[in-house]
């Protein structure tokens, strides 16, 4: 047989439960406060318990960020050296690697992933100045890194993300390393989740990428359209076609041209064509009228 179904409940027995629930509540804030130290660890693991799932997909989230920030700066570091496995190290590449091998140790502490999986990207990658500095020295340095990750988040992980977050963020690797957006963008690193010092605004963002897409959609800029309307309007004054211009402004005898059609405009047409046409005032509509000569009063004989 199927479950039978509940009556719904009056407004009456909501009322009682929703004060029910608030005495509850309010009893176990009063216990929380109140409880010691060791209660209050108790709660608080009985809490992360209950939100395991949420703070793993979290982990999870911050994990894939952290490789996203290593694999950006090594494009950084091999974009500014100029060579996909710096041959010396140097107190430049020195400052790569120490990020890199602190943010493999964020990732260690956050995952399954020991020192061996970290040595195995970075002798895939830059087996040079893995030789050089050794492999016992950099254990060393992931060890201790990890261990002040574990120590501390074991007492910051709450329900956000931000707890798991250790080592050098973003920002503070652009100022460590002074990595301006136009070197994000040569070194392909610009979607690795990396700042830079001068980091465009959103407005200027969407500008730019506004305008790239009116490009790709075969639009012209206003400057191109302006320069076709004088061009329209000079092949209007000489009876030609807008081609003839262009085609005579691309050889450099646009001015012959104009002058062979019209002695009397020549000045006045390539100004507006070719100088400032903000500056140059328009050419007027009467402007192939002669100026009437003024009458001249003869004297009585």
Request: proline residues 5%.
């Amino acid at each position: 047989m199927g479950a039978t179904r509940r009556a719904p409940q009056s407004a009456e027995e909501r009322a009682t439960l929703k004060d029910e629930l608030d005495a509850a509540l309010w009893t176990f804030n009063r216990i929380q406060s109140e409880a010691g130290p060791t209660l209050r660890k108790d709660i608080g693991e009985a809490e992360r318990f209950r939100m395991s799932y949420a703070l793993d997909e979290l982990r999870r989230a911050t994990i894939r960020q952290r490789l996203s920030h290593r694999a950006g700066i090594l494009r950084l570091m091999r974009h500014e050296i100029g060579q996909d496995d710096p041959p010396e190290l140097t107190d430049r590449s020195r400052l790569y690697l120490d990020l890199m091998l602190c943010i493999s140790a964020h990732v260690g502490a956050l995952s399954d992933a020991g020192w061996t999986s970290a040595l195995r990207w970075f002798e895939r990658r830059l087996p040079a100045l893995v030789a050089q500095i050794t492999p016992k020295a950099l254990a060393a340095e992931f060890e201790r890194h990890r261990s002040e990750a574990g120590i501390f988040m074991a007492g910051t992980i709450t329900s956000t993300r931000s707890p798991f977050h250790w080592g050098p963020r973003p920002g503070e690797t652009a100022t460590a390393l002074q990595t301006t957006t136009a070197q994000l963008r040569a070194a392909g690193a610009n979607r690795s989740g990396l700042t830079s010092v001068d980091p465009e605004s959103r407005k200027q963002r969407d500008r730019k990428r506004k305008e790239r897409q009116r490009r790709e959609a075969g639009m012209k800029l206003q400057s191109e359209r302006t320069k076709t309307a004088e061009r329209k309007a000079l092949a209007e004054r000489l009876g030609c076609h807008p081609r003839t211009i262009q085609r005579h402004k691309e050889a450099g005898t646009l001015a012959e041209f104009v002058a062979g059609r019209n002695v009397a405009k020549v000045s006045t047409l390539l100004k507006t064509f070719t100088g400032d046409r903000f500056a140059t005032p328009p050419l007027p509509d009467n402007d192939d009228q002669e100026e009437a000569p003024q009458p001249t009063v003869k004297s009585a004989a």
